[in-house]
Structures are given as structure tokens and as C-alpha cells.
């Protein structure tokens, strides 16, 4: 299936004849080390949300290549929408879609952690006010096992520009990864601290400040260990979140949807 930038007005009214789902991409541009581009996670989820519409024949909304990353903003380039604008403007967008008949949308988050707390805030909006079907596919998630099976650095390895979104970048854009640049740097671990999510512990939630973040990721940005990954994890990686995401599509599209009130225009 097709961008919806690409497509006419009258391309979606006849898709809507048959089917009721959209996807939307979400990202960020921040600092990702000094190996990755600042849109790694537009990237990612851009890469994943296509794929997806394409083996699913589902439209893929135009992206979002902005999200929620004050914590980021002590390196350069990093642009951080507020967490209320990030909500708002998802909501707005939802509500556009459902508005023209369509009754499902998965949010693509390739921003991971970070996203999702305005991302979780707007989905349930959405779904209480009006009775839309609303997902996130977020690669931790989503692509929880494989990480699992397929990582190789040590604790703490995964977390920000780490082993994994920079193998998944080695195999979407490697023309965009500069591995002579890749540093391991894993921030020392504390008491209820431990920055890699899939690493058990019983942690205290603690939000990174900008400072905070700053001495945390040294002059490179990374909280993580890059230098393990590889081309190989990466399609690895890509095709097990790919697999899950459109089983995970074909499942939405047996859950039966009533939307209980169309949105008003906004305006
Ligand atoms: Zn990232």
C-alpha cells in the first residue's frame, strides 16, 4: 500500500470501501553518538511502518520525525516537541483519520522508551472519546524475545545508540552509520539503577535531565555499548519485529471496532 502523501483524496475514500486501518510513524531527531544520525528513530519507524503497509496493504500516514526528548537537548541539533504537543498532535491526527471513516491506527514509535509515555496518554484519549482501535508497535516491545536471543554485549550494553538500533541501522541505512565513530560507553550502574531495560532489577524511576543525560553519555551522547553491532543482529532484528508487526496488523483487523462518536473538526 501506498504513503497517504501520495496518494489523492479519492485513493482513500475507495480504500475505506474495503478496509479501516492506518498506520502512523512517530520518531525523533536527536543525538544518537557521534556513529548514528539524529533521525535513527524516524528512520526506524518510517523503514518499519512502510514495510508493514506494504505486506499488509495498509495506508501509512505521513511521519512524524519529531517526539519527546528534553533529555537529549544537551547535544547539539536534538529538536524536542513537549510531551503535551506530542499528545496533542497525535490526538489531532487520530482524530483527522477518524473522522474520514477509519476505525484502527498503530502508532509506529521508533523513539522507544522515550515516546511512549505522551504516545500512551494520546492513544487512550483517543480510544475513550471515541471508541477507536488505537496500538503502538514499539521496537522493545514488540521485538522484546529477539533482543534477547541476539544481543551480545554485556550488561548495560543496551540502552541509547546502542547494540541494537545501530545493527537495525547497519542494515536499513548504512550509509548513514559510521562504525569508526561507535564508542562503548555504559553509564555506571547504581542502587535501583540500571539503564538496560532488559536487564532484571528492581529499579527506582528516576527521568534523565538534560544534565543529567549530558554526563551520562560523555562527549559522545552514547549510554550504551555500539561497538558489538552488527549487520547481521540488525536483519535479524528487523525481520523478527517485521513478523510480529504484521501478525500483529492481521490481528487487529479481526477485532471487530464500533466508533461510538466522530471527532469534530479541529480547528
Ligand atoms: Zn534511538
Not at 20 to 35: A, C, K
Not at 80 to 95: G, H, I
Not at 148 to 171: F, K, N, V
Request: include cysteine.
Amino acid at each position: 500500500m501506498a504513503w497517504l502523501y501520495d496518494m489523492t483524496w479519492q485513493d482513500v475514500e475507495l480504500y475505506l470501501k474495503t478496509k479501516d486501518t492506518i498506520i502512523l510513524p512517530v520518531g525523533s531527531t536527536e543525538q544518537h553518538g557521534l556513529h548514528l544520525p539524529l533521525g535513527t528513530d524516524s528512520y526506524v519507524a518510517i523503514q518499519l511502518a512502510e514495510e508493514a503497509g506494504r505486506r499488509t496493504d495498509t495506508i501509512v500516514a505521513s511521519p512524524l520525525w519529531y517526539g519527546w526528548t528534553p533529555h537529549h537537548m544537551g547535544y547539539t541539533g536534538t529538536a524536542s516537541l513537549k510531551a503535551e504537543t506530542l499528545t496533542q498532535v497525535v490526538v489531532d491526527l487520530c482524530e483527522s483519520f477518524i473522522y474520514h471513516g477509519f476505525k484502527k491506527i498503530i502508532v509506529v514509535n521508533g523513539h522507544r522508551e522515550a515516546n511512549l509515555p505522551p504516545l500512551k496518554i494520546a492513544a487512550s484519549k483517543v480510544r475513550n472519546s471515541t471508541g477507536a482501535y488505537v496500538a503502538i508497535v514499539d521496537p522493545f516491545y514488540i521485538g522484546d524475545t529477539v533482543a534477547r536471543e541476539i544481543r551480545t554485549s554485556e550488561p548495560g550494553g543496551i540502552g541509547h545508540a546502542d547494540e541494537l538500533e545501530t545493527s537495525h541501522m547497519l542494515y536499513l541505512k548504512p550509509e548513514l552509520v559510521d562504525m569508526s565513530k561507535s564508542v562503548k560507553n555504559i553509564p555506571p550502574q547504581g542502587h535501583f539503577h540500571h539503564s538496560d531495560p532488559f536487564v532484571s532489577a528492581d529499579r527506582l524511576i528516576v527521568p534523565s535531565s538534560v544534565e543529567s543525560n549530558r554526563v551520562a553519555g560523555g562527549p559522545s551522547g552514547v549510554t550504551a555499548d555500539p561497538t558489538v553491532a552488527s549487520v547481521e543482529k540488525g536483519k535479524v532484528y528487523h525481520q523478527s519485529v517485521m513478523e510480529n508487526f504484521v501478525q500483529a496488523i492481521n490481528h487487529i483487523a479481526g477485532i471487530p471496532v464500533e466508533i461510538k462518536k466522530i471527532p469534530e473538526v479541529n480547528a
